[in-house]
Every structure is written in structure tokens, then in C-alpha cells.
């Protein structure tokens, strides 16, 4: 009995020595990029954004070349960092090549962990239905907005008031915001059992990933779901999230019977529950809650995540840069007079300046996309040049760097909030180029080609709504105690903003 014991785990061990040489051995013909010195795991932890793709850049990128760093996704794995020379054959390959969806499952251990990934499904309700009806959706939103502020915010009416955590108040506007717009006020509203549901939910997804990984080695992650507690108390979350998306769902469908595709302009529901019941439903497959809140909570999830650090990114700027900030003000006022205080898609595109702003904002800090068009190889590939890879590498482009390279971006380092709002003028005088949203290949932080985001124009439109409504009502700024504090941090691949930095905010005075 023990020999066979001892059997199975020599056996066990060749296995893992094997599977790590092989990846090694696949990927050796990619240069290895290590830091000059220490090689720590605490120095990857705090340098590889700064120090060690900045080295790979200069040494590689610049070079058309490719090279490779230490995976914190997947040791077994190299993580491939490609010159933009390939970026054509990557961001218009199908998943059946590279997958975008597999690399988010490696990122976040989601599979294992029994949480629904962003999906197909998720990404065509965004590109199909919230788009179309997002010019019908500026209203709701503007007062989900300013209610939502108006609950959260302290007294600050006479004297400067601090707000310890502002990202807790903007996550929670824009959770508001986006209620509306995904699941209607029927079961929206504020103080809804929804949102307590999805902040909750949140919260435990970024807490719970670290913690998990901390109690359990990689290769027994897929145990959680079945043994922690905090991973099975999200999923009894989805659970219930199913549960309150039955009676709009059964609306909707009921609704939805007999009426004509051309029609779906003049619907009575217009959210993020219809558009998921219109693809499945166009596709002949019976529609669940269960379907509906898988594909509903994860885009919930990734929106709010993802909007709500964009927005403290761009305070953080705002704080930073008073003169500019001023500007802006300003051309929100001439803009809000004259639009009688109703914002619509129109008059939120006419704050040019505030949008090359949020452009320099998204370019300077990368909006935690260090790396850009992250996919997994799902075949052995060989790239138009004879350069190849093997099945299972992580590939990205070093989306980060290149919007800090002085030959793309004349003084990189410097934050220059007109920088976009110049070249749109000197393109053709209202260029779609260089607008927040626009995907071009010199600015990556919306990827590009088939996974270019969908949420894009929903992420703006709110962004600049929660911006328009902090600039148009408070005066803020940094406690002189605070005024050394960094305004963004860095771990590992992510640059985000410093959520723990607090804020003074005082009504703007007439």
C-alpha cells in the first residue's frame, strides 16, 4: 500500500515537472525579461508596470520583437508581451484562435470558483440593445444620478466636509444609475433588494478572489465552490438575483410575444433583461431567470467595477490639475445654461473639453489596462512573419507603455487635458478619432477589433453625468494631510486609484 502511495505521487510530481518544462521549453524561443537584481516575488508585486515592461519595451517592443515575463496568472504559462506589428492578426481573430473570454477565466479564476463569466451573450445585449437605446436612457440616468447623490453625499452646504471612501459613493451612484438602465425601477431603486444584492455582490467578489487564493494552492481552487463559505455565499446571491429577475422576466416575454422585430423600437421594455430575452428568444431557446441573471450580474459586475474606477481615476485628475479642472467648470456651465440643465446625448457630446479631459485621464493612467487585447492562444499559432507560439499562451500588447512613448505622444509625461481636444480639431474639425470612445491603435484602453468594449458609450455617457453633476454642485479638493498621499497604486499588472485617499467636498457657492 505504501508503495503504491509513494507510486502515485512520484508519478504526480514527474507530471508537474513535465507539464512546467514542456511550457518552458515551448516558450523559450520568446526572451525572458527579469528584473536587474532582485527577482522577488515582492518586487513583481511593485515594479513590473514601471520597471519591468518598461524594460521590455525599450529593449523589445521598439524592436518589432516579443518577449515574455513571469506569469503571476499561470507559472505553467508563459505570459507573451507582442509588438503592435501583430495586433491586426490578434484583435480580428476568432476565439476559436485567441480567446478574450479564456484569458478573463485565467485572470480571475471564475470557472473554478463556479462564477458565470462576461460572455457572448453579455457583449451583444451591450452592442445590440443598450447602445441602440442609450439616447432614450440619458434622462433616467441624469436622476438616478443627482437622487443618488443626494442620499450619499455629507452636509457640506457651509464648511468643507471630508468623505473618507468617495469610490464607495460613486460605486453606488453609478450602481444606481446603471439599476435603472439595466433592470428597470421596477426593481432598480435605490434602496431595492437588487442593489443591495449587486453592491453586496461587488464587494465579494473583489474580496473573496483574494482571500481564496490565499487558503487554497491553484491546482484545488475548483474545491471552493463545494468548501468556502464566502464563494458558496455568492453563489446563493446569484441565486436570489434569479429569483427577483422572475416576475420582469415573465413581463417581458409575455410582452414580447407576437410583436415583430421592426417593432422593438416602441417597446414597452427597454433594459438589459429584454435585450438578454431578445437574444436567446432570436435564437429559438427558452429564456430563464437563471440564463437572464448569469449574463445580468456579471455585466452588472464588470460595469460597475470598471466605471466606478474610471470616474475616481479622473477625479483624482481633477484634484491634481485646479486650472484645467476650472476650464471645465466652465464649459459645463455655458453648455448646462444652455440646454436648461437637461443633458441629452447631444448636449453631453458638446463638452469637448471635458471629454479630451477624460481621453488624457484614460491614456495617462491606462484605467488599470496595463496590458491590452489580453487573449489565450487556443491552437498552436504561427504569425504572418514565422513567429510562433504555443497552445495555452497568454498574449497581450503593452497597451500602457506605448501611451507613454514619446513617438507616438509628444511629452508623455506630462498631463495635458487639451492634448485630444487638439488633434480632434486639427483632424477634420469634429473628428470621431479621438474622442473618449474612439478605438484607435495608439490608445488601447477600450481594446480594439472584435472585443473592442461595448460598454463604451454607456461607461462615457455616465461618466460625464456623475462628473457634470460633482463640477456643477461642489468645490473639491485634498486636505493638506493628504496632499502627498499617491493618488494611484500599483500591484502586480494593475494601476488603479487609490480608493482609501479621502476627498473634502464643499457646495459650490453662486
Not at 515574455?68 to 508563459?78: A, L, T
Not at 494552492?217 to 436570489?240: E, F
Not at 460598454?455 to 493638506?480: C, D, M, P, W
Request: aromatic share 10%; charged share 25%.
Amino acid at each position: 500500500m505504501a508503495l503504491i502511495l509513494l507510486s502515485s505521487i512520484l508519478i504526480s510530481l514527474f507530471g508537474v515537472w513535465y507539464i512546467y518544462k514542456s511550457a518552458r521549453s515551448k516558450a523559450s524561443h520568446v526572451p525572458l525579461v527579469e528584473f536587474d537584481g532582485d527577482n522577488s516575488p515582492a518586487r513583481y508585486e511593485t515594479d513590473t508596470v514601471t520597471v519591468l515592461l518598461g524594460k521590455g519595451y525599450k529593449e523589445y517592443t521598439k524592436k518589432d520583437l516579443p518577449f515574455r515575463i513571469h506569469n503571476p496568472f499561470d507559472p505553467k504559462q508563459p505570459l507573451i508581451v507582442l509588438p503592435f506589428k501583430y495586433m491586426d492578426e490578434v484583435k480580428w481573430a476568432p476565439e476559436s484562435r485567441f480567446s478574450f473570454w479564456d484569458f478573463i477565466d485565467k485572470l480571475g479564476s471564475m470557472t473554478q470558483l463556479g462564477i458565470p463569466l462576461l460572455s457572448h451573450e453579455g457583449a451583444l445585449s451591450a452592442k445590440i440593445g443598450l447602445n441602440k437605446a442609450l439616447g432614450s436612457k440619458i434622462k433616467l440616468m441624469q436622476d438616478a444620478c443627482v437622487g443618488a447623490f443626494e442620499k450619499l453625499m455629507p452636509d457640506c452646504a457651509h464648511e468643507w466636509a471630508e468623505v473618507a471612501m468617495p469610490y464607495m459613493i460613486i460605486m453606488q451612484v453609478f450602481a444606481n444609475m446603471s439599476a435603472w438602465v439595466f433592470v428597470g425601477e421596477e426593481i432598480g431603486s435605490r434602496e431595492s433588494e437588487w442593489q443591495k444584492l449587486t453592491l453586496g455582490y461587488v464587494n465579494k467578489v473583489n474580496s473573496t478572489l483574494a482571500k481564496v487564493r490565499a487558503r487554497y494552492p491553484a491546482s484545488l481552487l475548483w474545491l471552493c465552490k463545494y468548501l468556502d463559505s464566502d464563494v458558496k455565499s455568492m453563489a446563493r446571491d446569484r441565486q436570489k438575483a434569479g429569483e427577483l429577475l422572475r416576475k420582469p422576466l415573465e413581463a417581458r416575454l409575455a410582452a414580447s410575444q407576437g410583436q415583430l422585430k421592426s417593432e422593438r423600437g416602441s417597446r414597452h421594455f427597454e433594459d438589459g433583461v429584454q435585450w438578454l430575452a431578445d437574444i436567446y428568444m432570436d435564437r429559438g431557446e427558452e429564456v430563464t431567470p437563471d440564463m437572464i441573471q448569469q449574463k445580468l450580474v456579471t455585466l452588472v459586475f464588470a460595469s460597475i467595477h470598471s466605471t466606478s474606477g474610471a470616474a475616481l481615476t479622473i477625479l483624482l485628475d481633477m484634484l491634481a490639475h485646479p486650472e484645467a479642472t476650472e476650464e471645465v467648470r466652465q464649459e459645463v456651465d455655458r453648455v448646462r445654461l444652455a440646454s436648461s440643465g437637461t443633458w441629452t446625448r447631444q448636449t453631453l457630446s458638446e463638452l469637448r473639453l471635458l471629454d479630451s479631459f477624460m481621453r488624457e485621464s484614460a491614456r495617462f493612467h491606462a484605467f488599470a489596462q496595463v496590458l491590452s487585447l489580453q487573449r489565450m492562444a487556443q491552437v498552436p499559432w504561427t504569425f504572418s512573419d514565422g513567429f510562433s507560439i504555443p497552445a495555452g499562451a497568454m498574449i497581450a500588447f503593452p497597451g500602457y507603455h506605448q501611451a507613454h512613448d514619446p513617438d507616438l505622444h509628444p511629452e508623455p509625461e506630462r498631463f495635458d487635458p487639451k492634448r485630444h481636444l487638439r488633434k480632434r480639431e486639427a483632424y477634420d474639425g469634429d473628428s470621431q478619432h479621438f474622442r473618449f470612445t474612439s478605438v484607435n491603435d495608439d490608445l488601447l484602453h477600450f481594446g480594439s477589433g472584435l472585443h473592442a468594449c461595448p460598454g463604451r458609450f454607456f461607461a462615457q455617457e455616465s461618466l460625464k453625468l456623475i462628473l457634470v453633476h460633482l463640477l456643477t454642485n461642489y468645490e473639491f479638493k485634498v486636505a493638506e494631510k493628504d496632499k502627498e498621499v499617491p493618488k494611484m497604486v500599483v500591484r502586480n499588472l494593475v494601476l488603479k486609484p487609490n480608493m482609501a485617499l479621502p476627498i473634502l467636498f464643499r457646495e459650490r457657492r453662486a
